[in-house]
Nanobody, 125 residues
Framework: QLQLVESGGGLVQPGGSLRLSCAAS????????IGWFRQAPGKEREGVSC????????DYAASVKSRFGISRDNAKNTVYLEMNSLKPEDTAAYYC??????????????????WGQGTQVTVSS
């Protein structure tokens, strides 16, 4: 019953922007920390950003800090990832994940229990 669905991926020019969405069904997302992860071909999955339940503390990988922003809309049971100034090295399949949490979050893959199927982001000219 617990399901996460990512959307918003696509092809974008370098320097462009995309907004990814992670919509939850079957559970109340506002009781979970949410992480965004990405995986490029031939590489390990890496943490990108995360947001806690309350007060909404966030964390970012050094490679995306100052370019990406994560936010939560509990009314829509959705978490967003705003991606700006995109670079070719941002090209990857992006996944959202959830874990029960109260006031903190992390960027380690093994911390998360529930995963979406991913959405592809390609940055190319």
């Amino acid at each position: 019953q617990l399901q996460l669905v990512e959307s918003g991926g696509g092809l974008v020019q370098p320097g462009g922007s995309l907004r990814l969405s992670c919509a939850a069904s079957g559970f109340t997302l506002d009781y979970y920390a949410i992480g965004w992860f990405r995986q490029a071909p031939g590489k390990e999955r890496e943490g990108v950003s995360c947001i806690s339940v309350r007060p909404g503390n966030t964390d970012y990988a050094a490679s995306v800090k100052s370019r990406f922003g994560i936010s939560r809309d509990n009314a829509k049971n959705t978490v967003y990832l705003e991606m700006n100034s995109l670079k070719p090295e941002d090209t990857a399949a992006y996944y959202c994940a959830a874990v029960p949490s109260s006031s903190s979050c992390g960027l380690r893959t093994r911390e998360y229990y529930y995963w979406g199927q991913g959405t592809q982001v390609t940055v190319s000219s």
